[in-house]
């Protein structure tokens, strides 16, 4: 049973780096989610893709942030110029089209920028 | 302006007591989630409620949802040392996005 996978697990950098995340989602799901969780907090959206196309993104998202996905099937997340305010967990999460939408979620991809 | 909220935020609770976890949301939503996340860990999907009227239960736990009320609670019956955990609650808006609770931090004392 192969779920939703992400690389790195953890990634230190220093402010002003560029870092990029994988995503590898449920091999049968068209939907895949990104979102970022501070601690204490419940997960935030950030981007959805249905397929290789990235039909939402939140207004909370800087144009420093940018996702792929470009043959629907894994994803990556790029952050550019991090800042200090960027050390979060991203999470990845992929759901089939529906109606459920039941997202299933990855491990995560623990950010801290120094 | 989109929004969940859950309370309480924290609570302790002994083992075998009874307890209920609300989630209220802003605005329509035919889709309510709830989900489990151990310290350290990603989540784990433990209901999906997609009517009003709809009820889940899995062990210990039941989930219910009003959409005309825009709440959901989750129940926690004879509450055991393994629930402790916290607990979201997710709406699924128009537009594909997902909005998460803050929250409930839940500790089972023995």
């Known amino acids: 049973d192969t779920g939703v996978s992400q690389d790195p697990r953890h990634k230190i950098t220093k402010r002003g780096q560029n870092v990029t995340f994988r995503c590898d989602p449920i091999?049968?799901?068209?939907?895949l989610y990104w979102y970022r969780q501070t601690l204490g907090q419940g997960p935030e959206f950030l981007t959805y893709?249905?397929?290789?196309?990235?039909?939402?993104k939140s207004r909370l998202l800087s144009d420093r942030f940018s996702a792929e996905r470009p043959k629907g099937s894994f994803s990556t997340l790029e952050i550019q110029r991090t800042e200090q305010g960027d050390s979060a967990m991203y999470l990845c999460?992929?759901?089939?089209?529906?109606?459920?939408?039941?997202?299933?979620f990855g491990p995560g991809t623990r950010l801290t920028v120094t | 302006e989109l929004k969940v909220e859950q309370n309480p935020l924290f609570l302790s609770m002994q083992e075998g007591k009874n307890y209920t976890i609300y989630c209220n949301y802003s605005t329509t939503s035919d889709r309510l989630y709830w989900y489990r996340q151990d310290p350290g860990k990603s989540l784990e999907s433990l209901f999906v409620?997609?009517?009003?009227?709809a009820v889940k239960q899995e062990g210990r736990l039941m989930a219910s949802l009003d959409t005309k009320a825009r709440l959901s609670t989750l129940h926690i019956t004879a509450a055991v040392h393994d629930l402790s955990a916290t607990y979201f609650c997710?709406?699924?808006?128009?537009?594909?996005?997902?909005?998460f609770g803050t929250g409930t931090s839940l500790t089972v004392i023995p």
């Open positions: 091999s049968e799901h068209n939907r």
């Open positions: 409620l997609l009517s009003n009227g």
């Open positions: 999460a992929s759901s089939s089209s529906g109606p459920r939408y039941e997202q299933y």
């Open positions: 893709f249905q397929n290789e196309a990235q039909l939402e």
């Open positions: 997710a709406a699924y808006f128009t537009g594909n996005q997902f909005y």
